[in-house]
């Protein structure tokens, strides 16, 4: 649902306003323009570097442009955008010789200050999710799916609603995840706002481990922090008859039990509204948590970073009472952390060794996504070196 918040701006000589959406938690602008397609895609920058934000009332296809026009400017600054605001400019280039935390937290900044900046186009969407500009395409559907019904007019950033329709593409065409017994490609729907299954070598670490004998006497699994059900769908398709899923966030159960629903499991896997761990034991506890300990900026980051490795902790300082004797906790963690200076393999072992628990086997691979090979990137050097394990955990002897 949208939050009652309000944003306010001048036109026609009074005072108007509107509810303000923004799933990064950004607080609304206290400074609007209004802008149309006579606005220059410099004179659009300046302002953003300025901290105002443009509330658009041309063509939606030329807010698009211009908005692209923005992103070249931060990227890549001309002089002239430089000479406007240099305060502003997002690094490209960073000494390979400064930490490796160092070059991550830069690499964040620069980050925010470009999202900042690209954010500063706005768009107002109608109670019934429309947009009343020439050329708007029909986000009524994609916005009712992130958003759920409002009763009032609002106001986004048009790279957030951007966003939104991808992501409602997404859920629409499915992400192939697996083939079935027959060959036949399995796809998973990921909801606005849920982590969207695309690095697949985790995908097939889940799908090769060995699953661990005492499933024959207890055919029960855990999916700990379900997001799209993908894990606990792999599971079911490889013969665990009874899989309890658990999440906290109620668009990833909503993403889950659809995902699950569509492929005919609900009568193998159960989704619950749970932190962490359900009541009882289980043969096998499956979790991926967010790979690198530092704070998200928005809510749709929290699959992605984990504050102080809290849901990393929480898992492994629960995992022996929820095993069965002779059972395994799989744990799908990059060391991406460890690439960036963020946590070490040290730290890590001994939070496994202080849960009363050891390591039975370890089955890594590498990333095949595309950043692996960005050399421009800041962090290349940390993503080319990074391994993605699947860590078989039993109980101590």
């Known amino acids: 649902m949208i939050k009652a918040s309000s944003i306010h701006w001048e036109e026609g000589g009074q005072t108007h306003s509107a509810i303000w959406h923004s799933e990064n938690g950004i607080a609304p602008h206290k400074k609007v323009v209004l802008a149309d397609d006579t606005m220059t895609a410099d004179d659009a920058y300046r302002l953003a570097c300025e901290g105002s934000a443009i509330l658009w009332r041309g063509d939606f ?3 698009r442009q211009l908005l692209q026009a923005l992103v070249r400017r931060v990227d890549r600054p001309s002089k002239k955008s430089r000479r406007a605001n ?34 500063m186009v706005l768009i107002r969407c109608n109670a019934d999710h429309s947009i009343s500009l020439r050329r708007a395409p029909d986000v009524s559907t994609a916005c009712l799916e992130a958003y759920g019904p409002v009763s009032a007019p609002y106001v986004i950033s048009l790279r957030e609603l951007l966003g939104v329709i ?15 017994s027959e060959g036949e490609a399995i796809f ?25 004998k005492t499933l024959d006497l207890q055919s029960l699994a855990f999916d700990i922090g379900v997001g799209t059900g993908v894990l606990s769908v792999i599971l079911a398709m490889r013969g665990v008859k009874h899989i309890i899923a658990t999440d906290q966030d109620d668009r990833a159960l909503a993403c889950a039990i659809e995902n699950i629903d569509r492929l005919n499991l609900t009568s193998q896997i159960q989704v619950l509204k749970a932190n962490l761990f359900p009541q009882d034991r289980a ?4 979790c991926n948590p967010p790979w690198l300990p530092a704070r998200p900026s928005s809510t749709l980051e929290h699959a992605i970073y984990d504050p102080d490795s809290q849901m990393l902790k929480g898992f ?37 060794e202080q849960a009363g628990l050891m390591v039975l086997d370890r089955i890594d691979t590498k990333p095949k996504h595309h950043k692996v090979y960005e050399q421009t990137d800041s ?19």
């Open 61 to 63: 296809q030329n807010a």
């Open 86 to 119: 240099k305060r502003v400019a997002v690094p490209s280039d960073v000494s390979q010789a400064q930490a490796p935390v160092d070059l991550f937290n830069k690499h964040r900044l620069s980050q925010s200050q470009r999202a900042r900046i690209l954010g």
């Open 166 to 180: 991808s992501a409602y593409e997404w859920r629409k065409n499915g992400v192939p995840v697996l083939a079935d």
């Open 188 to 212: 998973i729907y990921p909801h606005y706002g849920v982590f969207s299954p695309i690095r697949g070598e985790y995908l097939e670490l889940v799908c090769s481990a060995p699953l661990p």
């Open 283 to 286: 043969a096998l506890i499956v």
């Open 316 to 352: 492994l300082a629960g995992l022996k009472s929820h095993l069965l004797d002779q059972g395994e906790g799989w744990l799908i963690l990059s060391d991406l952390a460890e690439h960036l200076g963020l946590r070490t393999r040290k730290e890590l072992l001994s939070w496994i």
């Open 379 to 397: 962090l290349h050097f940390a993503r080319a070196a990074e391994v993605t394990s699947l860590w078989r955990l039993g109980i101590q002897n």
